[in-house]
Nanobody, 111 residues
Framework: QAELVESGGGLVQPGGSLTLSCVAS????????MGWYLQPPGKPLHLVAT???????YYIDSVKERFTVSRDNDKNIVYLKMNSLESEDSGVYYC?????WGQGTQVTVSS
């Protein structure tokens, strides 16, 4: 059964960095496009970035130049590297691939 498991969230000060991981099992990440999503506290879920199977990753304007999606196909993991974090980046981050959602990982940006 396909499954995605996120990790790497935590509490970080504004301006800090975190790298989230999305480990896939039961599916091969190199075969699929995927997305990272954020649900801020009290707000709806929204797209952060989409990474196609091949080609250019799309980022929403608010995270461009700060966030980077990368893949380790050997380990079957997709990463979201987040730099220069802002309070507005806080919330639960989810990865999505091939109809499967991960359970989410909490990111809190606060001093």
């Amino acid at each position: 059964q396909a499954e995605l498991v996120e990790s790497g969230g935590g509490l970080v000060q504004p301006g800090g960095s975190l790298t989230l991981s999305c480990v896939a099992s039961g599916m091969i990440v190199s075969n699929y496009s995927m997305g990272w999503y954020l649900q801020p506290p009290g707000k709806p879920l929204h797209l952060v970035a989409t990474s196609p199977k091949t080609g250019t990753t799309y980022y929403i304007d608010s995270v461009k130049e700060r966030f980077t999606v990368s893949r380790d196909n050997d380990k079957n993991i997709v990463y979201l590297k987040m730099n220069s974090l802002e309070s507005e980046d806080s919330g639960v981050y989810y990865c999505y691939m091939a109809g499967v959602w991960g359970q989410g990982t909490q990111v809190t940006v606060s001093s």
